[in-house]
């Protein structure tokens, strides 16, 4: 099928839109990366400005890997995201299901004071208190369960299941499942793009976070990745900005860069696996208020 001048230039002005969209997102990766992995001499001569390095160095790398508190950093974050996660999606469906169905007794009062919690919080101060007086103070749980349940994730996956069928659920039952059964052989299957969605939010969320842990855990072996990159951060900023001590030195720019690159590598890797899920999730959880 033969194209018309006029639709070759819309596509030639389309194609060159979209590349200078995709480089203006790939190229911060690109600098962050080089700037990883670039002597501090040759940021100095390039005012900052590395594309594309010449000398390579993993000086930065060796300052953030070596000794063991990385690993024992990764260690805490994979288990809270990995079984911080698991109980988020658990609580947050076991919410929200029922909360979906407009039979349940006492559901607009307990919708408000959902909503309420969105609009108002007790404080940083409270919470502490109250993470205290439970025992998780300086404890891994400390990171997983103040958090639990997200109430605006909470609203998204009720207005999911909102728009299911409820003749599903009636189908089921008079075929002798319980509610039990309905939730994992019917409910869950049918929701997996929310639930893909969902659980990137919250995984996301607790690979990024460390206010939290700034807060309740003062252990060094306890802290996630995130806190101890924040350290390193800290400490690179106080290396002396002197150009004949910096030669000899680690480039603080390049620790900060590589532990972007630390931190950032993982979700990078898993995101491209439930894009589709992602994408998806969001359109049907947001159909509906």
């Not at 109430?151 to 008079?174: C, G, H, N, T």
Request: hydrophobic letters at 55%.
């Amino acid at each position: 099928m033969q194209t018309t001048a006029t639709e070759r230039l819309v596509n030639g002005i389309n194609y060159t839109l979209l590349a200078l969209l995709a480089a203006s997102c790939t190229l911060p990766f690109l600098y962050v990366i080089s700037i990883s992995l670039t002597p501090i001499s040759e940021v100095i001569k390039r005012d900052g400005l590395v594309i594309i390095p010449t000398n390579i160095t993993w000086t930065a790398y060796k300052e953030i890997l070596q000794g063991d508190r990385l690993f024992n950093a990764y260690q805490v974050t994979l288990f809270r995201v990995i079984i911080g996660t698991l109980l988020n999606l658990v609580f947050t469906i076991m919410t929200a299901l029922p909360l979906s169905r407009k039979a349940l007794p006492g559901r607009s009062p307990i919708l408000l004071f959902i909503v309420f919690t969105m609009l108002f919080s007790g404080g940083i101060i409270p919470s502490y208190l109250l993470v205290k007086e439970v025992g998780l103070l300086n404890s891994t749980w400390a990171l997983v369960i103040p958090g639990l349940v997200n109430a605006f994730y909470l609203m998204i996956v009720k207005s999911f299941f909102e728009q299911l069928p409820e003749a599903i659920d009636e189908a089921a039952r008079i075929d002798g499942a319980g509610e039990i059964s309905i939730l994992v052989r019917i409910i869950l299957p049918l929701s997996v793009p929310i639930i893909a969605t969902i659980g990137l939010f919250y995984a996301v969320w607790h690979w990024n976070n460390y206010f939290d842990a700034l807060i309740y855990i003062s252990d060094a072996e306890k802290q996630p990745v995130q806190l101890f990159l924040r350290q390193i951060l800290l400490a690179s900023v106080a290396i002396s900005g002197d150009a004949a001590e910096a030669a000899n030195s680690v480039n603080p720019i390049s620790v900060q860069m590589a532990s972007v690159v630390v931190t950032t590598l993982p979700i990078l890797l898993i995101y491209p696996f439930i894009q589709k899920h992602f994408t998806r999730g969001v359109l049907l959880g947001s159909v509906k208020g």
